[in-house]
């Protein structure tokens, strides 16, 4: 339950006024006037997401501090103002950024793009200063008028200051017999909220007489701090080094006490209205509280915190640097972990206890699904200078894995290139560079290149000199083969790497190879098998707290069990190579419950995201769905250019039962044009399957083409499409008659579609909605064209389109 705003009525009024009228509307007014309050009335009423901007110095900090309140973030190769408009774009949410440093982050021209960049985005900031800006609104919040010396001692200011001494446990005042000491301290208050409550709670303790007429909040804050013991007073300076809020356990190590210690001590300083605790039980401190707490610390307090903060990053860090779950205890501590790791890397002292706190924290973030964080730390470890080579060969591996999840699959190689130059100084450099290999075979895998993952896994299992990178590699391997369709080998090397079931800091292995196996089973038609396996997988991941795989695993059920009950994850903030999946996953329901549009549009997103993401195999699964959707929604031309697409795909990536599923996509539409070579594209389906032993499941099995007695020589290269096979097919759905050579053939028939309603004057929002798709994947489609076209503008293209003509 919010406090009154007491005296307020006029300024909330004004606020109420301002954001009927502007987008833009910034509070401003000294610190502690309360801002912050007044605001929180305001928002209670609507819609919003809240950002703490205090401790946020520069714009990047506050647009990706704003993208995690909307639950939202970029994708690769996205610019942060241009995800922040589209997450607020069309969405009646009020954004709050609370105690912006609007001159420090130089956010002002960045909020006026996003604003003229849409049509429904609201903000509101409190700040010291306005920005200004011209769609800025500024409502200006003064102190509470104190009573002059002939007044009578009432109003908001005397009301809030009896009310805060009754809250600390003060006597009762009387107004008649002490309005002298009731005058004083309010006038040095100057009538700031935070600094009559602050003296209110001096008066409480020590008395009105004795409590000190503080004129400004630095001073009130010093009069507290003298009036502490001498225990309360370190903890005040201490608490004011954390830039974070933090648990009991942490300020149980950064006092050097015990917890039951820390919370008397902690809220001792909260019945002080020093420190504040929300309702997870993390305590925090007011910025400019903060502020004049660390300016009191002295060098031991310093040195204490640091101390304190590694001793306790040590105690709770996993004992291994291979184990780690999502359910890990200080995950609910994260800020407190990153800084003690980044704080020990600074210092060459303590660099080794840093690098050895980060390496043993990767497993719980990344099972946890966190992989912004995990690049950060890592990044930041590696940027304080090189640990100790053994382990900064790994840190350096862990944030290019990280990287590539967070950027985009191949952004992580120039850290595994510097992997490798720790290698070259660590112990045994072979099992070093044994463990990179295996991680950029990893990274080829998502890509899609499977000839250059089977390499590097082939690689890392011939230098790994002890076999503890073995399975790992092997299990890549038996990834590559199932992708491949060589399904014998696939489970011969699921079966080799078994084992790791038996390792504790591997049985992450041994779920994923399981969940390979049924899909096998699934490919060959063993449905019952493939639902047990990944049913089992999905439960047993469950209760080792392994996130990741586990939801993994559960995607693939719920294509196949739709009793299934899903679990329930923001999808925002899963990494890319999981919320990919997950994605499709969503769309594949929808189209199942007979929504085709929408289906189409989360289809459309999860391509451009594969594409910019260079999440290959992802985005032919996708454009399956997309091409789907679309033949369900008449669009029989786009679901030609996307089945084409995805076939060109997955010729260069060599996956050919996806490859038959596309051909199966194609004879349905060819049948559905009367082209005489539908059954020609089953029969191609079936070349494919055949060999492997795999069937037609999903989206294959609903077209339903009779194939031919065989499909066209020069289609296939053996078991596999040959080289010519993509163009050979292309032409059967391309038989116009020649047309004179236009500027505009560059482009795809999706980038055709999108360059023609923006020469009628479409807007991105209405050309997705004609298409079936959303607006991220239209602002792709007009990336592309500006890119082919060598231009830069709607205007540009409306014209060479019109010229066209």
Known sequence: ????????????????????????????????????????????????????????????????????????????????????????????????????????????????????????????????????????SVVRVGPLPVPSPRAPLEGPAVELFLRRIRAAGGQQVDLAEQAHEVRRLLRATGGLPLLIEQVAVQSALVGLSNAMSAVSLDQAVDSAHDLLDERSAAALRRIGLLDFHAGLGVLAHVLDVSVPEAAELAGNLVRRSLLEVDAQGHFDMLSPIRGRARALARPDDVAAVNAGLLTWAQANAPAHDNYGAADAEWLGDLPAMRHAVLTACADPETRAEGYSVANRIFSSLYTSMRAREAVEILEGALASGDGPPGIGAQIARRAGIAASEV???????????????????????????????????????????????????????????????????????????????RFAEATEAAVAAMPARATGDERWIDLSLRTLLARIALEQGRIAEAVAGTRAVVVEARELAEDRVGLLAETLLRNLDPTWVATDV?????????????????????????????????????????????????????????????VDLGDLDQATTTYLTALDHCRTMRLPLRAADVLDGLAGV??????????????????????????????????DVVPANRAPAEWLDGDDLSADAVPLITAVFNRATPARPSVLDALTAAERQVAERVAHGLTSRQIAEELYVSPRTVDAHLTHIYRKLDINTRARLAALVVDDR
């Open 407 to 485: 950027r985009g699959t191949y952004e992580g190689l120039w850290l595994l290139a510097r992997s490798d130059e720790h290698a070259s100084a660590a112990p045994i450099p072979e099992e070093q560079l044994s463990k990179t290999a295996s991680i950029r075979a990893e990274m080829h895998l998502d890509a899609g290149d499977l000839a250059s993952a089977e390499v590097e896994a082939k690689r890392a299992i011939e230098l790994d000199p002890d076999g503890s990178i073995t399975r790992q590699a092997t299990r890549t391997l038996a990834d590559v083969y199932t992708s491949q369709g």
């Open 670 to 703: 060819a049948r559905a044009r009367d082209l005489p070579e539908a059954r020609s594209l089953a029969a191609a389906a079936f070349a494919l399957r055949t060999p492997r032993k795999a069937v037609r499941w999903g989206y294959s099995a609903d077209y």
């Open 1 to 136: 339950m919010l406090s009154p705003c007491l005296g307020r009525e006029d300024v909330q009024r004004a606020l109420h006024e301002a954001l009927e009228e502007s987008r833009w509307v910034t509070v401003v007014g000294p610190p502690g006037s309360g801002k912050t309050l007044l605001v929180r009335h305001v928002a209670a009423t609507v819609v919003a997401s809240w950002v703490d901007a205090r401790s946020l110095h520069t714009i990047d900090e506050v647009l990706v501090a704003a993208l995690a309140s909307l639950e939202s973030e970029t994708a690769p190769g996205d610019s942060l103002t241009g995800a922040l408009g589209r997450a607020v774009d069309g969405r009646e949410c009020l954004l709050v950024l609370d105690g912006l440093d609007l001159d420090t982050t130089e956010a002002g021209p960045v909020l006026q793009s996003v604003l003229e960049a849409t049509s429904d985005a609201r903000v509101v900031v409190t700040a010291l200063t306005t920005a200004g800006q011209p769609a800025e």
């Open 570 to 630: 923001v999808r925002e903030t899963l990494p890319w190579a999981v919320r990919l999946p997950v994605l499709a996953q969503d769309g594949r329901d929808l189209l199942e419950r007979g929504d085709a549009k929408r289906a189409a549009g989360l289809a459309a997103d999860v391509v451009a995201l594969a594409d910019s993401a260079r999440l290959g195999r992802d985005g032919v699964d996708a454009r399956l769905l997309l091409g789907r959707a679309l």
